[in-house]
């Protein structure tokens, strides 16, 4: 098959990361696969193939006729078997184009939220219909996003199937010298994520400045970087922790700083199937999140600490007692489980038989 991947921006997201591992293992497959960003990044992604940058201004994400008409004519040139629009404005973006110039492949849109909690309006809802009416069929980031889905849009139910988010198989490296010094003299704490309301950084610091007054010798590492971002900086000041908070921005050793943390913390309010919890699991490390999204199908009680969300006190006496006395069973458990379900090379198998279906 010839496919065509649209990512929001080069920039190191989850969305992005995992459409980018997802598009090597196809490449080795034999299928022929392109890369399309919509907007502006600086990120260096992780793709083996070409990634073609339309560098489209996101003012006029609702209107970008020029964009289309540029995508519309890259179709044309390429003739790919289907196009897959991976969150963020990439349904808005290839639904329209669809509309305008009617073209002929099917899009597939990647699902990766509980879409319910970002629909607020009567208006946005009957947009996102309207794009939906474009879309050939929605691969969900889990069960419980892909019944959100159902009942947020009245969207058909054998025209949207689940397929999780899956990690890659790697050798853990050693740290760099800049926060190596930082692991040796304190007891390392952990998250990853964008700097935006859902994900709950003010939530985050609250539970940390907890975890602190119990555990001194804890640090937090921040890893993302985001439109909060120096709100959060200041947040930090407030808190009085600036010398037990790091910021790194984007990093590209994610998993040699997750396995030597003591712990991942994800008290995100908005969720769908984080891979960092599954690459955390992965490294085992032990994980807490709130009870949100798509996160009950890999956190429970044999694999993580969920907390309801909202309870704060909960997930730092949670965090507390995975630092002092790590559940080396539930570790275990969790890591066979990513094993066994959610590694790519398996996740890349069940994507091409859901093109299949669109394909043929």
């Not at 289309?68 to 004519?73: A, D, L, N, V």
Request: proline content about 5%; some cysteine.
């Amino acid at each position: 098959m010839k496919i065509i991947h649209v990512i929001q921006r080069p920039q190191l997201r989850g969305a992005e990361i995992f459409a980018c591992q997802l598009s090597n293992h196809l490449l080795e497959k034999g299928h022929e696969v392109w890369m399309v960003a919509l907007y502006p990044g600086d990120a260096s992604l992780p793709f083996k193939g070409s990634i073609i940058e339309l560098n489209r201004p996101i003012k006029k994400r609702f209107y970008d006729i020029k964009g289309w008409k540029r995508f519309s004519t890259l179709l044309k040139k390429i003739q790919p078997d289907l196009i897959q629009a991976n969150a963020g404005d990439t349904l808005k973006f290839t639904a329209s184009a669809k509309f305008i110039f009617n073209f002929e492949p099917p899009i597939i849109f990647r699902n990766a939220n509980k879409s319910g909690l970002f629909i607020n309006s009567f208006f946005k809802r009957k947009l996102n219909q309207f794009y939906l009416s474009k879309v050939s069929k929605v691969i969900s980031v889990s069960k419980e996003c892909e019944e959100d889905f159902i009942v947020t849009y009245n969207y058909p139910p054998e025209k949207i199937t689940t397929v999780e988010i899956g990690i890659e198989k790697n050798i853990m490296g050693s740290l760099s010298n800049e926060i190596k010094t930082l692991f040796v003299k304190k007891q390392i704490l952990l998250h990853i994520g964008s700097f935006v309301p859902e994900k709950n950084h003010l939530g985050l610091l609250r539970i940390f400045s907890e975890v602190n007054k119990k555990l001194p010798q804890t640090h937090l590492l921040l890893i993302g970087k985001g439109i909060l971002e120096d709100k959060i900086r200041q947040e930090i000041k407030n808190f009085d922790l600036g010398e037990r908070v790091t910021l790194l921005g984007y990093r590209t050793d994610v998993l040699d700083i997750i396995v030597n943390s003591k712990a991942f913390l994800l008290p995100s309010i908005i969720e769908g199937l984080p891979g960092v919890l599954l690459e955390s699991m992965y490294c085992k490390t032990p994980v807490i999140a709130y009870d949100v999204g798509g996160i009950p199908g890999i956190v429970n009680s044999s694999t993580g600490s969920l907390i309801p969300v909202g309870d704060e006190m909960s997930f730092a006496k949670a965090v507390i007692r995975a630092v002092e006395y790590p559940d080396k069973v539930q570790i275990q458990v969790a890591y066979k489980i990513v094993r066994k379900k959610f590694m790519n090379i398996k996740i890349s198998k069940r994507f091409v038989r859901a093109y299949k279906e669109v394909y043929t």
